[in-house]
């Protein structure tokens, strides 16, 4: 036979033995029976094992979301409920949270009626809210303040107001709230801002920290666009306090609702560490309709906060106009402020400024009644919710006995 026929053949009968071979090593049916129930037996014993993980995780996540706390918010502590502190449960349904602020100040001042030296626990807040539903919460605050009532203390009721969700982009609120009007009138929480004192322009001018009974909405008009508008309680100042904005305030006490103001506010954020802002405010009548002598009064306000880097910078004008012989008589129909306010941090935890303050509020006039304040100082946060603080002052009043050049010293804290 010739080779080129063996070759074939040989082949074939190899193929055949390997074939017995394999099928002799191939388990037989009772085998792969067991083979197949412990498998199944494996199957069963990873799912028991899989649920169980499942249920750890969720329950440890409950726990968590118990007792979380998030990382702090650049300049303010309640811009959305919950997103600072950690929620219990509480009534029927929803989250209640809990939180506050506070700061105690040193002040070593030179008058001319003397030296002032004073340490006063200035305020400390609790702040409460709830969360009935994803769309519906409260927010509230209660400030102390001079920890005693029995003197310069008081207690008050800064914030008590519902707010609802229309939809993802626009909410409406109503109770007591923060005109929407500034810097430091919604967000004055210590570790937020430079300075012991909160600044004289927006003291006595917005007057900071402004808040009234009424209804509002707010959202955003498109990206990096927001708005504020709202319908609330009014001024009521007159001849007796020279028409001055701060001592109008009602505080939403018994409050004369006889002439409403009214309050709107545009701002872009639309690049990343800016915000520029303008507020306007209309009433007909501050003084409620008891001075025949008074008018409208307008009030207008823009400011700019840059971030790049380490720099910063803040810069805010407000002016008030009041028509009327009334105001005008004292000069307080026109009451204006601004000042700016460089900064720089020199690492994370330790950053310096400086700020100029000018104020009138009795402008309309030729008297000498502006005022002007210098500042340079430091704060130093060993932890993002809390802040040491100190500033130089001196100032700079026309035709006035009460400048007051010296030192300040404060701590602050925000939870």
């Known amino acids: 036979?010739?080779?080129?026929?063996?070759?074939?053949?040989?082949?074939?009968?190899?193929?055949?033995?390997?074939?017995?071979?394999?099928?002799?090593?191939?388990?037989?049916?009772?085998?792969?029976?067991?083979?197949?129930?412990?498998?199944?037996?494996?199957?069963?014993?990873?799912?028991?094992?899989?649920?169980?993980?499942?249920?750890?995780?969720?329950?440890?996540?409950?726990?968590?979301?118990?007792?979380?706390?998030?990382?702090?918010?650049?300049?303010?502590?309640?811009?959305e409920l919950g997103a600072k502190h950690g929620p219990f449960e509480h009534g029927k349904a929803g989250k209640t949270v809990v939180g506050g602020y506070g700061e105690l100040h040193y002040n070593n001042l030179d008058t001319d009626s003397g030296n002032k030296k004073e340490i006063d626990f200035h305020r400390a807040i609790l702040f409460l809210g709830h969360q009935f539903s994803d769309d519906?919460?409260?927010?509230?605050?209660?400030?102390?303040?001079?920890?005693?009532?029995?003197?310069n203390g008081a207690v008050e009721l800064e914030q008590a107001y519902l707010e609802?969700?229309?939809?993802?982009?626009?909410?409406?609120?109503?109770?007591?709230?923060?005109?929407?009007?500034?810097?430091?009138?919604?967000?004055?929480?210590?570790?937020?801002?430079?300075?012991?004192?909160r600044n004289p322009v927006e003291t006595n001018i917005i007057p900071t920290t402004w808040w009234v009974g009424g209804a509002a909405l707010k959202g955003e008009l498109a990206p990096g666009w927001g708005y504020d508008l709202a319908v609330h309680e009014g001024l009521d100042t007159g001849a007796a306090s020279n028409y001055a904005v701060r001592s109008g305030r009602q505080k939403t006490s018994e409050a004369d609702a006889s002439d409403l103001a009214a309050t709107g506010r545009i701002k872009w954020t639309g690049i990343a560490g800016v915000e520029v802002a303008a507020s306007v405010q209309y009433q007909q009548d501050v003084t409620q309709g008891q001075d025949a002598g008074a008018g409208n009064a307008w009030l207008y306000e823009a400011h700019t906060d840059i971030r790049r880097g380490r720099f910063g910078l803040r810069a805010l004008y407000a002016l008030w106009d009041l028509d009327g012989s009334g105001p005008a008589s004292v000069g307080a129909d026109e009451q204006k402020g601004f000042y700016i306010e460089p900064s720089f941090k020199v690492t994370p935890k330790l950053g310096l400024f400086a700020r100029?303050?000018?104020?009138?509020?009795?402008?309309?006039?030729?008297?000498?009644?502006?005022?002007?304040?210098?500042?340079?100082?430091?704060?130093?946060?060993?932890h993002p919710d809390v802040v040491l603080k100190a500033d130089y002052q001196t100032q700079d009043n026309e035709n006035s006995s009460t400048e007051e050049d010296g030192f300040n010293l404060g701590v602050g804290y925000q939870f």
């Not at 899989?50 to 995780?57: A, F, I, M, N």
């Not at 570790?191 to 012991?196: I, L």
């Open 1 to 79: 036979m010739k080779l080129s026929m063996l070759t074939p053949i040989s082949v074939t009968l190899a193929a055949l033995v390997g074939a017995q071979a394999q099928a002799a090593d191939m388990p037989s049916r009772e085998e792969m029976w067991r083979i197949i129930q412990r498998q199944q037996h494996e199957i069963e014993t990873l799912k028991r094992q899989q649920q169980s993980t499942e249920e750890k995780v969720e329950a440890t996540g409950e726990v968590l979301d118990s007792l979380q706390t998030a990382a702090p918010a650049s300049g303010t502590v309640y811009t």
């Open 136 to 151: 519906i919460r409260f927010f509230s605050e209660i400030e102390y303040e001079h920890a005693d009532t029995s003197a």
């Open 164 to 197: 609802f969700d229309l939809n993802d982009r626009h909410s409406a609120r109503a109770g007591l709230f923060l005109v929407p009007v500034g810097f430091l009138n919604e967000t004055h929480e210590p570790p937020g801002f430079y300075g012991v004192e």
């Open 356 to 382: 100029y303050n000018q104020w009138d509020n009795r402008a309309g006039n030729g008297s000498d009644s502006e005022k002007k304040e210098y500042q340079i100082g430091l704060s130093y946060w060993p």
